[in-house]
């Protein structure tokens, strides 16, 4: 893959999940209070780049965003498109 060390990837992914996940679980707390949200169009945009699987363990854990079918209909949306793209790199690249 070039000049792009794996191991760069790695600690990329690992940083963005944690990241992605307490980014959700900041807005899960200030759901219901006076402290300001965080838009969706930011928590679809760390899980389109790369901190789904933070996004996934957040919702799970907080119960965040597991009724609104339209951020679901979005976000699944992004993990179609990672999975055809991680299918591609795995094609392409091993």
Known sequence: MGNISWEI???????????TLLVYGFDKAAAGTDVRR??????????????SVGAILA????RHKTRK??????????????????GFLLKAFL
């Open 38 to 51: 965080v838009r969706e169009r930011t928590l679809l945009g760390l899980a389109l780049f790369g901190g």
């Open 9 to 19: 990837i790695f600690i990329y992914l690992i940083a963005i999940n944690v990241f």
């Open 69 to 86: 079918s339209s951020f679901l209909a979005w976000f699944f949306g992004i993990l179609v498109v990672q999975a055809i793209l991680v």
């Open 59 to 62: 919702m799970r854990m907080f």
